[in-house]
């Protein structure tokens, strides 16, 4: 089962490679980013042009442009880049396809899902850009966002 759609996990690693660069810094062009992080520059450019028309990203034509992060890595959550990319709510939907699945009317797995989803929700909500920058400083291992050769 995934959690994230393929947009929003190529997104969230795109928006994490351009922290891990940002202060200001200068603007990275997709293909580039697409190149270091080994996803299709197509789809990319898609997602970064989707990202800066919600205002997540600048995005500058030309000799010297590219994208970049609008506002710092600590204001930027992964709920927000799930809103942008995936219409994101806090409305779950019957893990079982239920299509009534409620307190009254639930599903086997009802509670389970209930909790399940709204501590991922949660954590999406109070995850930020930053805090994903502070994960890699300290596990130098993991490589992400950059993923390992097959």
Known sequence: MRAFSKSSEYAIRALTRLAQKADGGPYQLARELADDLGIPAPFLGKILQSLASAGLLESQRGRRGGFRLAAPAESISLMRI????????????????????????????????????EDFLGRVRHTSLSDLILFCERNPNSEYPVPRPA
């Open 82 to 117: 799930l809103e942008v990319l995936d219409n994101a709510n806090e409305e779950r939907e019957c893990i079982l396809g239920q299509a009534d699945c409620t307190d009254e009317r639930a599903c086997p797995l009802h509670e389970f899902w209930k909790q399940t989803s």
